[in-house]
Structure formats: C-alpha cells, structure tokens
C-alpha cells in the first residue's frame, strides 16, 4: 500500500498567468528546457502542457492558484470524488528537485522540493480542480475562485 513520504502546498496569487512546476537544473541552464522540445500530446484539454521536465498550467490571471506537490512510496490510490482533470504519465528530472517558476516572468514561489533522487524518470499523476462560490445567491458567483492542481509523484523503478 502507498504512502504519503512529505508534501508542500504553495499559495499562487492572481497575477500568474503561467505557473510551472520545473526541474531547477532547467533553469540554471543545465538540463534542455521544456520549451525548446516538444510539450504533451493532446488530451489535456488546455488546462496544462506537459514538458519532459516541467508541468505549465493554464489559470486566469485573476484568480488564486494552490499547487500541491506530494512524493509517495508508491502509486497513490485514487481520492473521491474524482477531480476535474487529470493526467498521468512520465518526467525526467536531472536534479531529483521540483520548484514552482513563473513561466511567463522571471518569479519563482516556494523552497525547492527535493524527491530524493537525480537523473531519473519520475511517475506522475496530475489533478485539477476549480473551486468556485456558488452558495451565496446575493453575492456574484465569481467572487471567489481558485485553481488547485495536484502532482503525486512515485518513486521510479531502481
């Protein structure tokens, strides 16, 4: 049965168009950035791009985000109810290490998240959701949203 090893939510205020989740060794310039390769197949709807070395969600820029990373022992099992989105599939990560980056400006947000491991292929599950006000009926349904995006990554095969 998996386990939850640690994880880290980060708060991203409205004003980020383009949070990425990157190897840091991307943006020290020692690992091919995303993109200059080819981003994910089609089946994310717009809601992401998946890189061989980062995740780009797509948020408005006037609503909050939270992303959520977490690092398991193994594949996680599925939480109900079910999410909005979701992919699953592979990321190289040379440094072992995960940090939140403005894709569009030079900010990143949050302290690096070590996985433990470098130069290795990393399982990954990626879920979002949109919560939204919608029970106060004298109040816009608009006033209050967010974006929340969960990676759960596994360790690789040794």
């Known amino acids: 049965m ?9 708060d991203i205020r409205s004003g980020w168009n383009g949070p990425m989740v990157v190897d840091p060794a991307v943006l020290a310039g020692e690992d091919h950035a995303p993109w200059d390769e080819e981003w994910s197949p089609s089946g994310l709807d717009g809601w992401a791009r998946v890189g061989r070395n980062a995740v780009v969600f ?5 609503i909050d ?3 959520r990373l977490e690092l398991w022992t ?4 599925m939480t109900q109810p079910m999410w909005d989105r979701m992919w699953a599939g592979e990321i190289y990560l040379r440094s072992g290490q995960l940090q939140i980056h403005d894709f569009y400006e030079a900010w990143s947000r949050g302290d690096v998240f070590d996985l433990g491991r470098r130069d290795a292929t ?7 959701r949109r919560l939204e006000n919608d029970e106060e009926p004298d109040f816009p349904r608009d006033i209050y ?5 969960k990676l ?3 360790k690789p095969e040794a």
């Open 58 to 62: 797509h948020k408005h820029a006037d």
């Open 65 to 67: 985000a939270c992303i």
């Open 152 to 154: 759960q990554f596994w």
């Open 74 to 77: 193994d594949e996680p099992s």
């Open 145 to 149: 949203q967010v974006d929340v995006f």
């Open 122 to 128: 990393w399982s990954v599950r990626i879920q979002h």
């Open 2 to 10: 998996a386990e939850l090893i640690k994880h880290v939510v980060v």
